[in-house]
């Protein structure tokens, strides 16, 4: 299937520029992407938090869909969805999951299975990013306001199949959806290992320290603000 | 008369339902306004979009957001009200109809053993749905609650000293936005609730029904408390770290702040926050019959906060704990 042919790209509101990929991506479709780009997405991706990961890369259960060739997009989540008949699923509402803690899933699950993109919230570490996807190709999208539930419900038009139900529970199960125009998805790490949200950290930073002026710290400590269990806190 | 389990069955399923679709019109609002002035324009382009998600979810009548929270109910009992089969068949019908509307309106399960992860596909389970309950010396009804609310980021407790003052409060409160709106984990704006004072579990109890069941634009009765409440705000204000952690001008969407008595020597504080999914719903069924639907769950009452009891008077506290006026064929069986 050709995915440069339906590509297309405008420039949206507020100046962003918004870019409609369809999956399977290429290398070049991702190498395209910069940080604080929109996407929109079209065809099949599936879905993997704790469950999964620990399931198919912890335990090295084989998952049951070509991953690579066609299904190269994954999306921190499970959604809000149920099984209406027996074996038949149905989607009303989406949203990513903080991908943060899912970083040490990254190098194997894009060494073996050829992924391309990982749908999350808020990002992933920049060590991620250049240790891992930079290596082998793969850009961070993240959901934007991180409330879009029915919006990116109305993206999905069918639930292809639910796999390792039993195994995981419907919430972490891996679940297959066949989106349309899925977005907007912010370029939080794009391919060459940047990070729209380190990027942008020190215009955030500068009105956030403003705000602590004046404000004492606390009389007694805590371990996390003194890392040393053996410190004192007072 | 008494209110029937029948009744409150669908009552208690359709709050839930509600809750989980529509953003209540004062939310709604406090975000349109955050749109409308921002002036960044990614943020802006952010806020639209959380605005468009809210008439959307109710056009499709589809859950707001993908992450269906963990229902619970907050339940409000009226001294005069009588029950079909007490208490217990509330609490009964209360999780029949999260179990029901987990399944019709299409919530993520999102309980599961804390231990072994094994999802019962419900979201009913142990301690699940949590209810909590209050009381009115007079009322011939009960007020049901249905609250949804997201779990992983945004709420810390601290145990500070009267040393502390409302500046160590007050930074408390900034911290708890550096740790969560950073990328926007607690996904701002927020409703802030700060619980003060108490003991450690009351005053976290306070900040969630204070983010929770309490309008935008609603201020505390004490004036001490209502000003502390503007004061929070123009500082979260001032850390312009808002929707996805973006730079902002609308870092959350209100502050409200509940108080308790606390330990002469502490001052526990705690900090919920409410996202922009703003899943709450109230039903108020009285014993003839009637049942009325709203946004407003009216949830903290002057009797709740003690107002106008003179607390300095054993006497006149005492009576505010069991009030002369109060028949004796009110109590509840």
């Not at chain 2, 529509?22 to 409308?36: G, K, L």
């Not at chain 2, 509330?90 to 804390?114: D, F, G, I, W, Y």
């Not at chain 2, 094994?118 to 949590?130: D, E, I, L, Q, T």
Request: charged share 25%.
């Amino acid at each position: 299937m050709s995915t440069t042919a339906d590509e297309s790209q405008d420039v949206g509101a507020a100046g962003v520029r918004e870019l409609h990929l369809n999956i399977p991506l290429t290398e070049a479709d991702i190498r395209q992407l910069r940080i604080g780009d929109v996407v929109y997405l079209s065809g099949p991706i599936f879905t993997a938090r704790d469950g999964v990961y620990g399931y198919m890369l912890g335990q090295g259960h084989e998952p049951p869909i070509d991953i690579r060739n066609e299904c190269n997009v994954t999306i921190q989540s499970a959604p809000a969805g149920v099984e209406v008949r027996p074996g038949e699923f149905e989607v009303a509402s989406l949203q990513a999951t903080a991908g943060f803690r899912y970083g040490q899933w990254m190098e194997p699950l894009c060494s073996r299975y050829g992924i391309r993109a990982v749908i999350g919230k808020g990002g992933m570490s920049e060590d991620v990013y250049r240790d891992v996807f930079k290596k082998y190709g793969v850009v961070c999208l993240s959901t934007m306001g991180y409330g879009l539930g029915a919006i990116y419900g109305r993206a999905v038009k069918r639930v292809r199949a639910v796999y390792w139900k039993e195994q995981l529970g419907i919430s972490e199960a891996l679940w297959v959806l066949e989106v349309e125009r899925l977005g907007p998805l912010m370029v939080e790490g794009d391919a060459d290992g940047n990070s729209f949200f380190s990027a942008h950290a020190h215009e955030v930073d500068e009105p956030l320290m403003a705000a602590y002026e004046g404000l004492p710290a606390p009389l007694l400590s805590r371990l996390g603000e003194v890392r040393d269990p053996t410190k004192e806190l007072i | 008369m008494a209110v029937t389990i029948a009744q409150l069955e669908v009552v208690a399923f359709e709050v839930n339902r509600r809750a989980a679709i529509a953003v209540p019109i004062d939310a709604e609002q406090a975000f349109r306004r955050a749109a409308d002035r921002e002036t960044n324009p990614l943020a802006k382009y952010v806020l639209d979009a959380i605005v468009e998600n809210a008439e959307l979810a109710v056009l499709d009548q589809r859950p707001m957001c993908g992450d269906t929270g963990l229902p619970r109910y907050y339940v409000k009992a009226g001294n005069d009200v009588h029950l079909e089969g007490g208490f217990a068949a509330l609490e009964r019908a209360l999780r029949a109809a999260v179990a029901r509307a987990t399944q019709e309106v299409k919530l993520r399960s999102n309980r599961v053993h804390p231990i072994t992860r094994r999802n019962p596909g419900n979201n009913v389970g142990v301690f699940a749905p949590s209810i909590d309950y209050r009381f009115e010396p007079e009322g011939d009804w009960i007020e049901i609650t249905a609250v949804h609310k997201g779990g992983l980021f945004g709420s810390d407790y601290r145990m500070l000293f009267p040393g502390d003052g409302t500046d160590g409060i007050k930074r408390f409160v900034v911290d708890t936005i550096a740790s969560f709106h950073r990328r926007g984990l607690a996904c701002p704006p927020a409703i802030v609730g700060v619980g003060i004072g108490g003991t450690k579990d009351q005053c976290f109890t306070l900040s969630k029904e204070a983010a929770c069941l309490r309008l935008v634009g609603d201020r505390h009765p004490d004036p001490v408390v209502a000003q502390l409440e503007e004061e929070i705000y123009d500082l979260c204000t001032k850390t312009n770290m808002g929707v996805m952690g973006l730079k902002s001008d609308t870092p959350v969407a209100d502050v409200h702040c509940e108080i308790a008595y606390a330990h002469t020597g502490g001052t526990p504080v705690a900090v919920s926050e409410l996202c922009t999914a703003v899943r709450r719903s109230t039903a108020r069924l009285y014993n003839d019959g009637r049942v009325e639907f709203r946004e407003d769950p009216r949830w903290f009452s002057p009797y709740m906060r003690r107002e106008g009891i003179d607390l300095t008077s054993a006497e006149a506290g005492a009576a505010a704990w069991a009030p002369a006026a109060m028949p004796e064929e009110a109590t509840v069986n």
